[in-house]
């Protein structure tokens, strides 16, 4: 096994030539005779288990070793011993300054260096191995955390493909609604910072809308199909897809965090409410509604009108995007009005890109 470096930095050789024969059995010792061939050493060998470090020396003394390693955060990872003929009251508060492990003052007493030196030694070497430990396990943490969020991005993405499979016109329409709902969220998170979104919600919420139409599972095939315009009985149990939707939902609940499973809920529930109160199913008012349901349902309604359906023609996206802005399509909140505005271009850029590629 090879043996661990020592660095002994001293202008002095007999200081140089003691030190070394207190280490020479137990470690590699390297020598530098002033602090410059000390930084040229430390660049050579960052593996370094220990230095000895004077403080006064010709060139480049000792502090301005300790200088250079803080700016390039080496004080953290290779421990320093400061040997000094500087009094405690000079030496020690500015070294300990840097944060190094210990200041003897010469005359020293070797087995007193030994013994401080190896257990520095150990003790580095400790919070090496623990902090290899730790980043090995959040590692492993983090390929679990990635393994259930692709197995939970699986069961979504299937959930969402058996409503697609018996809607057949829809196509990719719960693609497109994640497309459209990530963007939308950006510039909530960029103009509407009240809201309180961040980089791990907007993931989240845009994952849930996958799952806003879960319920039409329940309607029945008569009433979910029909090429024509629905009867007001017809509508009405078409309207029951959110509160169905919602009970699929809670038979999972077990496999989603708290915080999820919620934009889950409140998007499957309440896509379909409006500003004014003339939603449903509950007929929620205003900011009653949640902001993640909100940018769904705006989302939800674009992509409706510029996409064929059985019983309509896709608009153009110019058309579209005026019925929405016009209230031809319900009350949306001003915020999420500005925020459609504002994704205007992009939202335009999707659609053409989506017609150009097969996206199945």
């Known amino acids: 096994m090879d043996k661990q470096k020592i660095l002994i930095v001293d202008d002095e050789e007999i200081n140089r030539a003691i030190l070394n024969m207190m280490f020479e059995s137990d470690y590699e010792v390297l020598e530098a005779t002033d602090g410059r061939y000390a930084v040229k050493n430390i660049e050579d060998n960052q593996d370094l ?9 010709p060139v480049m003394d000792g502090f301005s070793v300790l200088e250079y390693m803080k700016e390039n955060r080496l004080l953290e990872k290779i421990p320093v011993i400061l040997i000094t ?17 210990d200041v003897m003052h010469k005359p020293f007493e070797p087995n007193v ?3 401080r030196a190896k257990n520095i030694i150990e003790l580095y070497q400790n919070k090496h191995n623990m902090e290899l430990r730790l980043r090995e396990q959040e590692k492993t943490i983090r390929e679990q955390e990635r393994k259930i969020q692709d197995n939970n991005e699986f069961m979504i993405d299937a959930l969402s493909t058996v409503v697609e499979f018996r809607n057949v016109e829809t196509g990719d329409h719960v693609r497109r609604i ?3 709902t990530r963007i939308l969220l950006k510039y909530l998170m960029k103009y509407f910072p009240k809201y309180n979104i961040t980089a791990s919600q907007m993931d989240q919420i845009a994952r849930a809308s996958a799952l806003h139409d879960i ?5 029945p095939d008569a009433i979910l199909l029909k090429p024509g315009k629905l009867t007001p009985e017809e509508y009405e149990i078409m309207k029951t897809h959110t509160t169905i939707g ?4 809670e038979s999972f609940k077990s496999s989603y965090s708290d915080e999820f499973y919620q934009y889950c809920y409140e998007i499957c529930r309440y896509h379909h409410e409006r500003w004014d109160g003339k939603g449903y199913p509950d007929h929620l008012v205003g900011e009653a509604i949640p902001i993640s349901a909100q940018i769904v349902s705006i989302a939800d309604v674009y992509e409706a009108l510029v996409s064929d359906r059985v019983y309509k023609s896709a608009y153009s996206n110019a058309a579209a995007y005026e019925m929405i802005l016009n209230g031809e399509c319900g009350q949306f909140s001003p915020d999420v009005i500005e925020c459609f505005e504002l994704a205007k271009e992009d939202f335009f850029n999707i659609v053409e890109v989506i017609k150009m ?3 199945t």
């Open 113 to 115: 260096v030994i013994r």
């Open 246 to 249: 919602c009970g699929i939902l």
């Open 49 to 57: 288990a220990l230095i000895l470090l004077d403080v006064v020396m």
């Open 357 to 359: 590629f097969n996206f």
């Open 85 to 101: 003929s500087m009094t405690p009251e000079e030496s020690e508060e500015k070294a300990y300054q840097y944060n190094i492990a």
């Open 215 to 219: 319920g039409k599972i329940g309607i």
């Open 178 to 180: 994640k497309y459209f």
